[in-house]
């Protein structure tokens, strides 16, 4: 089983950048492939990146390519994603999410993850 704890969110301005993390438990981090959604006020949960148990292979929302990078670090347990020139539709709970494989698949849809953290809030205004 893994736990997830997502940090950094906060409030900034229109074209600021923030770096979220997501912090894993357990001792087989690399086992999973792991994403990020957001779910922002009255709208359903939309998939944002995800990346493969080896970092190689990432993916990411028509919306935010180009402006957001994942990576991750599995000697440190860790999932980012890195934010630039925000927007205020980028207005969110932000989330991250695993699922094992090891495989180099990409998984773009939530019902695909087993696992959930409890969310961070970006909100992006002036």
């Known amino acids: 089983q893994v736990q997830l704890v997502e940090s950094g969110g906060g409030l900034v301005q229109p074209g600021d950048s923030l770096r979220l993390s997501c912090a894993a438990s357990?001792?087989?981090?690399?086992?999973?492939?792991m994403g990020w959604f957001r779910q922002a006020p009255g709208k359903d949960r939309e998939f944002v990146a995800t990346?493969?148990?080896?970092?190689?292979?990432?993916y990411y929302a028509g919306s935010v390519k180009g402006r957001f990078t994942i990576s991750r670090d599995n000697a440190k347990n860790t999932v980012y994603l890195q934010m630039n020139s925000l927007k205020p539709e980028d207005t969110a709970v932000y989330y991250c999410?695993?699922?094992?494989?090891?495989?180099?698949?990409?998984?773009?849809?939530?019902?695909?993850?087993?696992?959930w953290g409890q969310g961070t809030q970006v909100t992006v205004s002036s």
């Open positions: 999410a695993a699922v094992r494989s090891m495989s180099r698949m990409l998984f773009t849809t939530s019902d695909e993850y087993d696992y």
């Open positions: 357990g001792r087989t981090f690399s086992s999973y492939a």
């Open positions: 990346i493969d148990w080896s970092g190689t292979s990432t």
